[in-house]
């Protein structure tokens, strides 16, 4: 397993490419790359990832470790950047390994509900005419990550 | 002991870190939030809620009970946005 938390830009498919180059003998992989939104009614200029790096290794390699053990996977990577984005820049990339698919794309899943609420960056907004504003969290982020505890997936 | 705060907290408190000496009856996380609270005004308007308050001690996501008295650093930030 890989986990990375920094601050310089990185390449989605060139990392997806590393992490499947490195696949010898499975049978699925899965990617989820998660970019910066800036939608029309409420337009981004930049966002701003605010990080708690020690915590975030520690914190995203039990997430990365749990989901192993869990989907049985046979590998996983987790990056995460943190810094000031722009729209459309990837921030988070999750690739998970397993022998079917169907436990490739759960654990895909799983980690990035995880990640929403149980990794310690925090999100700063600031639309095109200067304002900023923290990104709440979401009940309904609460709400994804509690089915993996209820046993509904 | 090392303080750390993040974010929101890190803007209303006007500090991302700083260095104390708690007496030794402080013995929990949320004993040190009560002294930083009696030491400190933005503080104690800061800590108000503290069920919208998340702590960590070296680097490990505690709760309100965990002891503190071994810590090198505790760190307080509000829910976590990750992904």
């Known amino acids: 397993m890989e986990v990375r938390v920094e601050e310089t830009p990185f390449d989605p498919g060139a990392e997806t490419n590393a992490f499947l180059a490195r696949s010898a003998s499975a049978g699925g992989a899965v990617t989820f790359t998660g970019l910066v939104r800036s939608g029309r009614d409420e337009p981004v200029s930049t966002l701003t990832l605010e990080c708690y790096r020690d915590l975030a290794l520690n914190q995203i390699g039990e997430i990365v470790a749990q989901a192993i053990e869990r989907f049985a996977l046979l590998d996983a990577t987790v990056i995460h950047r943190f810094g000031t984005l722009r729209p459309g820049e990837p921030i988070v990339q999750v690739m998970t390994l397993a022998p079917h698919r169907q436990a490739a794309f759960s654990a895909a899943e799983f980690l990035m509900d995880y990640l929403k609420t149980d990794s310690p960056f925090w999100k700063k907004e600031t639309a095109p005419g200067g304002k900023e504003h923290w990104v709440e969290a979401r009940a309904e982020d609460d709400a994804a990550r509690a089915r993996w505890q209820q046993g509904q997936k | 002991m090392r303080i750390l705060y993040f974010a929101s907290l890190r803007e ?72």
């Open chain 2, 12 to 83: 209303r408190l006007n500090k991302g870190e700083e260095e104390v000496t708690p007496p030794t009856s402080v013995a929990t996380v949320s004993d040190l939030m009560d002294w930083l609270a009696a030491n400190d005004e933005a503080t104690a308007l800061a800590f108000e809620r503290r069920d919208v308050i998340r702590t960590a001690v070296d680097a490990r996501i505690v709760g309100p009970a965990a002891p503190v008295r071994n810590a090198a650093v505790v760190a307080f930030f509000p829910p976590m946005t990750g992904g």
